[in-house]
């Protein structure tokens, strides 16, 4: 069964930065997300990526946060100068064209030291 | 944004016993998912449940979207069964709201 894969499963980094966090969705997907949750919090939307462009994000996605799908497969998350604050696991999920449910990666946890 | 609660927070289970995982909106959503977060924080898709009765196995959910409320059914409950279940509607571009989740140890 096609699935959500992400890489690194962990990083670890010292403040100021930069990151590049990976994933690949499940093919023939149309629909990105990313988000994130801290450790012992509930998960938080960032962003929603249609179409090659940003469709939608949350204020937590400030100027520090971008996100890319540099080809046809992969879709990315850069946080470029990183904060004690960012350590969290962060999840990539896809959905397809033709309903509107999330599939979920099984998350970069990401450390800030 | 859309306010998600779950209740209850946290819920001993005997193995064996049934329970139910509840999840309120306080607002209408487009989409509504159940997902359970295993030991290693994967988020494992149980339900894509808008609306309707659905049954996995052990596990059934049921969405009452006019009432904006989830109901989790877990029978016969076993110690797999363990770690959070998360609730999540869907507003706006189907970005997901979460709850805080519902804490779950089943006891041998």
């Known amino acids: 069964e096609p699935e959500v894969t992400q890489t690194p499963s962990h990083q670890v980094t010292q403040m100021g930065q930069e990151v590049i966090l990976r994933c690949v969705p499940i093919?023939?997907?149309?629909?990105f997300y990313w988000y994130r949750q801290i450790l012992g919090q509930k998960v938080e939307f960032l962003v929603s990526?249609?179409?090659?462009?940003?469709?939608?994000k949350s204020e937590i996605f400030d100027d520090q946060f971008s996100v890319e799908r540099p080809d046809g497969s992969n879709f990315t998350l850069k946080i470029r100068s990183t904060k004690l604050e960012d350590s969290a696991m962060y999840f990539c999920?896809?959905?397809?064209?033709?309903?509107?449910?999330?599939?979920f990666g099984p998350g970069t946890r990401l450390t800030v030291l | 944004g859309i306010q998600v609660e779950q209740s209850p927070p946290d819920l001993i289970l005997q193995e064996g016993a049934n329970s139910t995982l509840r999840c309120n909106f306080s607002?209408?959503?487009?989409?509504l998912q159940w997902f359970h977060q295993n030991p290693w924080g994967q988020l494992i898709n149980l339900f894509y449940?808008?609306?309707g009765t659905k049954q996995n196995g052990r596990l059934s959910a049921t969405t009452v979207a006019t009432e904006r409320y989830s109901l989790l059914y877990i029978s016969s409950s076993q110690t797999t069964d363990s770690g959070v279940y998360f609730c999540?509607?869907?507003?706006?571009?189907?970005?997901?709201?979460f709850g805080k989740g519902n804490q779950v140890v089943v006891i041998p």
């Open positions: 999920a896809s959905e397809p064209w033709d309903y509107n449910e999330q599939f």
């Open positions: 093919s023939n997907h149309l629909y």
């Open positions: 990526f249609y179409n090659n462009e940003i469709s939608e």
């Open positions: 607002d209408s959503v487009n989409n």
């Open positions: 449940i808008p609306s």
């Open positions: 999540a509607g869907g507003y706006g571009n189907n970005r997901l709201a």
